[in-house]
């Protein structure tokens, strides 16, 4: 079975003249058809490819985007952390103290003299008050300021 | 006053000590409070900051969904090539024709 064409493609005509008429046989049309179809569809896929291409350039922005904000949040978790530690390093620094003791005279257990001292320590030093009590003599108290040797 | 005075003058090295020592306690105070302050605003950058990523999690979330639906296109269009090629096969010439005469119109 023939099909005839009225077509102005150079492509499929014969005759290059306009308005020719071009015969193709049956099997030929249909490989024609197939073709254009083919086509048609390599467009439609080229066109959501081109999509697909806009979607892939936008999430590289906002993962570009994404990445600056995650180190943005870094180096300020970082800078937080640091005051932080400051922080804890200025409430620390003074550390207060006390307790009660007995000293005795010399290496006997006659006259022992009872203190009890309070104190704030900073770094080595370490400054408080200190109250004592002892047998037949008046309570005595005073300051004491300590460096720690060891 | 005479009191205050005698006291004062008595217990001198006391006083000095118990003043420097509420010198560097409010100096101390001070520093903590200004830091306390920088914390705070850094905690409300840092938040800000972990808002604006979440925004931008979901846009590339939307994104990678909007890929899904471009891949099921594609993945349509060639199942509609398949069909439409086999039924190409079982065409009548005057349906061939009338393809020919729609796709290329005077």
Redesign the interface.
């Given at each position: 079975?023939i099909?005839?064409?009225l077509?102005?493609?150079k492509s499929i005509s014969q005759i290059v003249t306009k308005d020719s008429v071009v015969t193709l046989t049956?099997e030929q049309?249909?490989q024609v058809?197939?073709d254009?179809?083919?086509y048609d569809?390599c467009k439609?896929?080229s066109k959501?490819?081109d999509?697909?291409i806009d979607?892939?350039l936008?999430?590289e922005t906002?993962?570009k985007?994404?990445l600056a904000?995650?180190d943005?949040?870094i180096s300020?978790?970082d800078?937080?952390i640091a005051?932080?530690d400051?922080?804890l390093s200025?409430?620390s620094?003074?550390k207060f103290g006390g307790g009660v003791g007995i000293i005795s005279d010399k290496f006997t257990l006659g006259l022992p003299m009872l203190y009890g001292s309070v104190a704030?320590g900073?770094n080595k030093f370490k400054?408080g008050a200190m109250y004592s009590v002892k047998q037949y003599s008046p309570p005595n108290y005073g300051?004491v300021?300590e460096y720690k040797i060891f | 006053m005479y009191l205050i005075f005698n006291s004062l003058k008595n217990q001198w090295l006391g006083f000095v000590l118990i003043f420097f020592m509420t010198l560097f306690w409010v100096s101390s105070d001070k520093e903590i409070k200004r830091l306390e302050d920088k914390a705070k605003e850094m905690q409300l950058v840092i938040k800000d900051l972990e808002e604006k990523d979440h925004a931008t999690a979901l846009l590339i979330d939307s994104l990678s969904k909007q890929d899904t639906v471009l891949l099921t296109k594609i993945k349509l269009i060639k199942e509609k090539e398949y069909e439409t090629i086999r039924i190409i096969d079982s065409l009548p010439v005057s349906k061939l024709q009338e393809y020919f005469a729609d796709r290329y119109k005077r």
């Open positions: 079975m099909v005839c064409l077509v102005n493609c049956e049309a249909r058809v197939a254009l179809v083919r569809v439609a896929i959501v490819k999509e697909r979607n892939f936008k999430k906002e993962f985007d994404q904000i995650k943005s949040i300020h978790k800078a937080y005051s932080q400051k922080i200025k409430t620094r003074i704030a900073l400054l300051i300021l | -």
